[in-house]
């Protein structure tokens, strides 16, 4: 089974959420980077984008396959991890911790009512198998 920190908060396109405050980080699922293989190039958007909560806001290329990243809160881009540039393969490695790919400031932080919690997500994944 993927692992799948508590304190984060989930989407349905595997997407995770860490919010502390009016800020979050956000990144792909453990199950999701191990669905996609080898990560060998991310697409992030630029600081001071404003992206609404289920739009795209990027891209990761596997040796599989090009899959597209959605916004699990709406926000304004105040970091992107320029890590990943040289080394997309961190999001394999550590896709919690030092292959977080955005960081945000909420727009509306109502949105994370939304998204699964820890074992919601793990529900999903489960259903989604069967």
Not at 11 to 19: D, G, Q
């Amino acid at each position: 089974m993927s692992n799948i920190p508590n304190e984060n908060l989930y989407t349905r396109e595997h997407e995770w959420v860490r919010i502390e405050g009016n800020k979050a980080e956000v990144g792909i699922t453990d199950h999701a980077q191990k669905a996609l293989g080898d990560i060998v190039f991310v697409e992030l958007p630029e600081i001071d984008d404003e992206i609404d909560s289920g739009d795209e806001f990027g891209s990761v290329e596997s040796v599989k396959a090009v899959s597209s990243l959605f916004m699990p809160v709406s926000g304004r881009i105040i970091a992107v991890n320029t890590e990943l540039k040289d080394s997309p393969e961190l999001i394999n490695e550590e896709c919690y911790d030092d292959g977080w790919m955005i960081r945000l400031e909420l727009i509306n932080p109502d949105e994370s009512a939304d998204l699964l919690s820890a074992e919601e997500y793990e529900e999903f994944l489960l259903d989604e198998e069967s």
